[in-house]
């Protein structure tokens, strides 16, 4: 019998409304996040409602990787080997890019950098269910009941769900100066300076505005200066506040050089950045503060 090849193809109408990356892998990262969407959503068991992650927050460049490396080094769980160099847990970041909107955008545009609004972000949620549901394989290292948590500067805009499938949760949220922070991103990404330190703002007050309605228990705001300047007495509330029981490392003192603040600040590209309202309600002033690491994180 002869073949119809003029028989057209059905498309399901929500496969003709993915936009067209354009890459294969994109391709691939749309259709799923469509599949993913028409999931049914998950009801939160007594069992995950009662855990008790740590979440890491801030903005890029703020020094979240280094404060997560404190913690797993003093016995957090943060996933084990799937964890990258910079102390993130691909099961939890694929979650947050995807709420984000970066599924398609991830392989080649700077999808934190446009964020969305929180109604956006909350037709998303299917993703965090998703990585819930998923647990079992981010625990696959973890050999004891030791505290737990991951790190992402995207937690800062998807905060609001997260809290929303773990109410018991630990928010620890890092503000470095907005400014270090614009010059950092302008270097590495080539983002302008004043809308870096917008981007910031925008990253920090989200943050604390998902955490505002916490008991004080379960929140901690740490300035990255503060670990700086005080590396003992910051590292010891920050365990504090993970309930992890463990000794301040001495090495902690070695990882910062004050002395490369005063470079920032002779920056000519400071002058058009040395003041936001954001940056004087974290204790900011006109002057870039002398706390610089070794390294950006």
């Known amino acids: 019998m002869a073949t119809n090849h003029s028989r057209r193809l059905r498309v399901p109408s929500w496969l003709r409304m993915v936009p067209a990356p354009t890459d294969v892998p994109g391709v691939a990262l749309a259709l799923a996040g469509r599949l993913m969407l028409r999931r049914p959503p998950m009801v939160a068991t007594d069992l995950v409602s009662n855990e008790v ?38 099961h939890f970041s694929r979650a947050n890019r995807a709420m984000l909107g970066e599924a398609a955008a991830m392989l080649y545009e700077f999808g934190w950098s446009a ?37 992402d500067p995207r937690n800062s805009l998807t905060l609001d769900i997260w809290l929303s499938i773990f109410p018991n949760a630990r928010v620890l949220h890092i503000v470095r100066d907005g400014r270090i922070v614009a010059l950092s991103l302008a270097d590495r990404d080539q983002l302008e300076p004043s809308f870096g330190l917008g981007l910031w703002a925008h990253y920090v007050e ?80 006109r002057a870039v503060e002398a706390a610089s690491p070794t390294f950006d994180s």
């Open 115 to 151: 964020p969305k609004t929180r109604d956006f972000i909350e037709e998303r949620r299917a993703y965090a269910e998703r990585a819930v549901r998923e647990l079992p394989g981010f625990f696959a290292d973890r050999a004891d009941e030791r505290a737990w948590g991951w790190k």
């Open 206 to 285: 989200e943050a604390e505005q998902a955490m505002c309605g916490l008991p004080e228990e379960q929140r901690c705001t740490i300035r990255y200066e503060d670990l700086v300047r005080e590396p003992t007495a910051t590292v010891s509330r920050l365990l504090d506040f993970a309930r992890i029981d463990a000794p301040v490392r001495a090495e902690t003192r070695t990882l910062f050089s004050p002395e490369r603040a005063s470079a920032r600040d002779a920056d000519p590209r400071i002058d058009a950045i040395r003041e936001h309202p954001a940056l004087e309600r974290f204790g900011y002033g």
């Open 53 to 90: 992650p740590v979440i890491v927050a801030g903005m890029h460049r703020s020094g979240t990787s280094i404060f997560t490396e404190i913690l797993a080094s003093a016995g957090m769980y943060i996933g084990g080997s799937a964890a990258d160099e910079h102390h993130e847990s691909w």
